[in-house]
């Protein structure tokens, strides 16, 4: 496919998903912070700062998916006290325990903003101001994750080589080993760190590619949530993780 017809398979794929109903809020929602945040800091921190903190953040974006994904959302002890097990199973567990779920493949808008702050606080300790520009890009680059994430499980083929490729790679992270493929946008950090897998053959079926861990005896004694203890069904997942 040449560049010119997958940029316009990205866009076709990009709009199928803006019109399901449980994706399009939210994608407005976070791509209209952006904008007004882009044109606040315009106006405020000049033109050079707000295109450097798009290169910033655009470099950054694998490396904060991977960080976030492995070690926040795959976070097995938030199940240790009832509201974390609570806020766990709504930002990650549930989506696992059924990845077809579409009310749960977004992030609930209150960790959107809650981890948009927290990369604005990193940049304000290192001394990237004004900040304006670095919350535009948190917020543009996070509808952008949504878009990719939602088209990883919503129904139907996609048409790009970009979002196909994605979406089978998604598919092993959730059918067949949790601990591989932890980048959404980009396989650039899961290269990096030696957890990328795009041949399922390779692997043997994760026990706990479902529950995340959250069965037995740690079940048992932290009983907040909803058990999952049996894996993923043999032909779970098998048109997307080829």
Known sequence: ?????????????????????????????????????????LFTAGVL???ASVAIGIALLPVVEFITHKYVLHLLELAKTSPTAQFWNRVHYAHHMDPKDTRVILAHPATVVLLVAVLT????????TPLAPIVAISFGLFA?????????????????????????????????????????????????????????????RSAT?????YTGEFAD?????KRGDEPPADGAGKADAR
């Open 1 to 41: 496919m040449n560049p010119i017809a997958e940029a316009r398979a990205i866009l076709t794929d990009a709009l199928a998903v803006m019109r399901h109903p449980d994706a399009r809020l939210a994608v407005i929602l976070y791509s209209g912070l952006s904008a007004v945040f882009f044109i606040y800091a």
């Open 209 to 213: 590619a479902r529950n995340l861990g």
């Open 121 to 128: 606080g990193i940049a304000w300790l290192l001394g990237l």
């Open 144 to 204: 952008f994750y949504e878009i990719v994430h939602f088209a990883c499980h919503m129904d139907g083929e996609t048409r790009s080589r970009y979002f196909t490729t994605r979406r089978q790679e998604h598919a092993l992270h959730h059918y067949i080993d949790e601990n591989r493929n932890y980048g959404i946008t980009t396989a650039i950090a899961d290269r990096l760190f030696g957890t990328r897998i795009v041949d399922k053959k390779t692997l043997q």
């Open 221 to 225: 004694r932290y009983p907040y949530l």
């Open 49 to 51: 700062w707000t295109l």
